[in-house]
């Protein structure tokens, strides 16, 4: 178990959207069914609100070896799609902004 911080992951899930975003048109319609897949997967796995810390903490505690079987299932045949680096980085990066302390692209500090 790693513990992770949302400052190291951001990073991390960012460079998912970027390559997400580079990728050719063709490959790019399959990534973007298996990254919404796993987006679904993380709101099952995540239930209702949580915050960017919370989601960073899941991230490292269970990686991202589990988004294999769900790539596998929902592009078959397209192996390409099964980038975990990219998919799970760009789903992550999407699932954040629907975190409880995360609007317009950064997270909101409060102080307590």
């Not at 970027?18 to 995540?46: G, K, S, Y």
Request: glycine share 8%.
């Amino acid at each position: 178990m790693v513990t992770l911080r949302f400052d190291d992951a951001i990073g991390l899930w960012r460079e998912g959207q970027r390559r997400l975003a580079a990728t050719d048109p063709p490959l790019r319609f399959a990534l973007e069914r298996v990254t919404d897949a796993l987006v679904d997967e993380l709101r099952r796995r995540l239930g209702g609100s949580f915050t960017t810390e919370e989601l960073a903490r899941y991230y490292g505690e269970h990686g991202i070896d589990w988004c294999f079987d769900i790539a596998v299932r929902t592009a078959p045949g397209d192996p390409e799609a099964w980038d975990l680096t990219t998919v799970a980085g760009a789903a992550f990066a999407r699932y954040v902004r629907e975190a409880s302390d995360y609007a317009g692209g950064a997270r909101i500090l409060r102080e307590d």
